[in-house]
């Protein structure tokens, strides 16, 4: 695959965070930085965007990194730490990363690099690196002028009343079975009810007995908590809770109702 198969399609017209700070984490369809350099040689990438945060994180040969982007320190304290360390982090010292002033700590192995890239934003790279300067350098490489459009290969086309979309999520990986590996969208309404969906692709497996109807699919109950169906190639699911919160059977099954896929998994490009 070419050194941009795990980079989301570019989002022309939309602004980088630099010149646009107030709308990062406001719109979950678009992620307001770049790191085309840094997900290069990764073997696979899961970029999300909104409620509040915009991220990527990558694995491959190597190393594992996440970085992430929000407009206030007690969003990035708030997200769950997804990379492994001991807990035990060193005090933090001054770093500078691309002329603005930040701070580096190290837990272990694991180096967090923390800055402002401009007034109003923090930003915050998680890296597994052999040193201070390796793990600035690599924060360095981030860039803020440009913007990527957070898509998916699907569409809620039926949402309960006042439901909206609040946040995008997908895994682009290089493997044999193409780049799609997963993807999910999250709903939810002004009084704090939220679903997600998620889709992945299962290729060659059959439809499991289903007794519930969602629109033209079948559905059926996986535990108590998760609704199901396979929509060839990919299984579907709904989080009514964990991934989700308020929201009722019936109306998880209206939202897989409108659930329509696109027709290439394998272009981001027309996604």
């Not at 369809?29 to 073997?43: M, P, R, Y």
């Not at 594992?64 to 010292?93: H, K, N």
């Not at 002329?99 to 934003?121: E, I, M, N, S």
């Not at 039926?158 to 079975?177: I, N, W």
Request: with cysteine.
């Amino acid at each position: 695959m070419s050194a941009t198969a795990l980079v989301l399609p570019d989002a022309p017209g939309q602004p980088g965070a630099i010149a646009r700070p107030e709308v990062v984490g406001a719109d979950p369809g678009v992620v307001h930085f770049t790191t085309d350099s840094l997900v290069s040689g990764a073997s696979s990438a899961t970029w999300s965007a909104g409620r509040g945060v915009e991220s990527v994180e990558f694995r491959g040969p190597t190393g594992q990194a996440r970085f992430a982007l929000a407009r206030s320190v007690a969003t990035l304290d708030g997200l769950q730490q997804t990379l492994s360390s001991a807990g035990r982090p060193q005090p933090p010292t001054d770093v500078r990363v691309g002329g603005r002033p930040g701070v580096a700590w190290l837990d272990t192995k694991l180096w967090f690099v923390r800055w402002q890239p401009v007034d109003g934003l923090w930003a915050q790279l998680d890296i597994y690196a052999t040193g201070r300067d390796e793990a600035t350098d690599a924060a360095s490489r981030v860039r803020f002028d440009g913007a990527h459009r957070c898509v998916v290969p699907f569409r809620l086309r039926s949402l309960p009343p006042g439901g909206r979309l609040l946040g995008c999520s997908v895994t682009l990986s290089r493997s044999e079975h193409g780049s799609f590996d997963e993807a999910s969208l999250t709903v939810g309404d002004d009084s704090g009810r939220w679903l997600t969906v998620r889709a992945q692709p299962v290729p060659g497996r059959d439809a499991r007995e289903a007794d519930l109807v969602a629109g033209p699919y079948r559905a059926r109950r996986q535990g108590s908590d998760v609704l199901e169906m396979f929509v060839e190639p990919c299984v579907v699911e709904a989080f009514l809770k964990g991934w989700g919160n308020g929201y009722t059977e019936p109306e998880g099954l209206t939202i897989l109702s409108g659930y329509q896929p696109v027709r290439d998994l394998d272009n981001p490009d027309t996604w």
